[in-house]
């Protein structure tokens, strides 16, 4: 990686072409990636992971600032764009799991906010839409001592 690549930003690559449609992308860092559409992963799919990672640390960011306890996250990602004549657009699918009712309601108040911070979120604006699932998962100590009745 060139000199000015690495001082230029934290967060500085640089794609090397290895022939037919593919390359090696290098990081600040010194990590490497195949990219391009024949045996790599292709610039679509490395958007989605940028953007559900950029919304992920966000969300789990503010989680934290808010003391909202996070206890599982997992995200699904879809670009579309088939058509040349609209814009494209992300839908990011997280799902969050609490403990609470209250923490779910928190949760949902966080996700907006998360959107703002995220970096990804800023840089697609309206291009990028969120649809935050929340989940509950009450722990045995939680749940009443008796048996609940199969009536």
Known sequence: MSD????????ATETVWDGGGSGTGLCSEGQTLTVGYEGGW??????LLGAEASFME???AVARASSLRVLGYVSSGHLDSHDGSTMPRITLRP????S???????AQLISPIAKRQSVVGRLLGDHLHVGLDVQLEVSS???PPWPASKN
Do not use: I, M
Not at 4 to 11: A, C, I, L
Not at 95 to 98: A, D, E, R, T
């Open 4 to 11: 000015t690549t690495r001082r230029g930003s934290p967060y």
């Open 42 to 47: 292709a610039p679509e799919h490395l958007l």
């Open 58 to 60: 966000s969300f789990l």
């Open 95 to 98: 799902c969050v799991v609490v």
């Open 100 to 106: 609470s009712a209250d923490d779910a309601r928190r």
């Open 141 to 143: 100590s939680q749940q």
